[in-house]
């Protein structure tokens, strides 16, 4: 299709839906990351719960089979862990783009010339926000180990997977 044959005001109709899509998937990802912690977190949550509860009792379901059970329980918290924090990159990956998307659109939209909206001189947005979503250029698990060290959603899965590995060692 020739760029030539659409006039500025449908451009810019078709800029604003494009960034209003884009917008709504940037709202799916975040709730989806929430829906991924929610789902691992009380999984995870409720084992720790449980051995809190059963550690007083001293019947530890799978304690019959000594340090294989704790290996298989063990096992099983690792890659719910693993799993998670895997889905949650993949996911921020996935919002990442979206954000580039929205960024182009918002160049497009002349959201950071300078004096295009008023007289004053100043952008519509703030010059940092140019690069929004854009990779810094770090290695894929450089990314992630990044992730797991801030706090968000990841690093609270990956601590609780830690928590529930240390409950299921401790001595009874």
């Known amino acids: 299709m020739d760029n030539d044959n659409l006039d500025t005001e449908n451009k810019i109709d078709i800029l604003k839906f494009v960034f209003q899509d884009q917008r709504s998937e940037m709202q799916y990802r975040r709730e989806r990351e929430y829906r991924i912690f929610t789902w691992s977190s009380s ?4 084992l720790i ?9 001293g019947s530890i379901i799978w304690q019959p089979y000594g340090i294989w059970g704790n290996a298989v329980a063990s096992t099983a918290v690792v890659l719910i862990t693993i799993y998670s924090v895997l889905w949650h990159f993949r996911n921020n990956q996935f919002r990442g783009r979206n954000a580039q998307v929205i960024s182009r659109i918002n160049k497009l939209l002349h959201c950071f010339e300078k004096g295009y909206f008023d007289n004053s001189g100043a952008a519509l947005f703030p010059d940092e926000w140019t690069d929004y979503g854009k990779s810094r250029r770090k290695s894929s698990f450089r990314k992630l180990l990044r992730r797991i060290s801030e706090a968000n959603y990841t690093s609270a899965t990956v601590l609780l997977g830690i928590l529930a590995l240390i409950m299921i060692w401790l001595p009874q």
């Open 43 to 46: 999984i995870l949550s409720a």
């Open 49 to 57: 719960g449980a051995l809190l509860i059963t550690k007083q009792t």
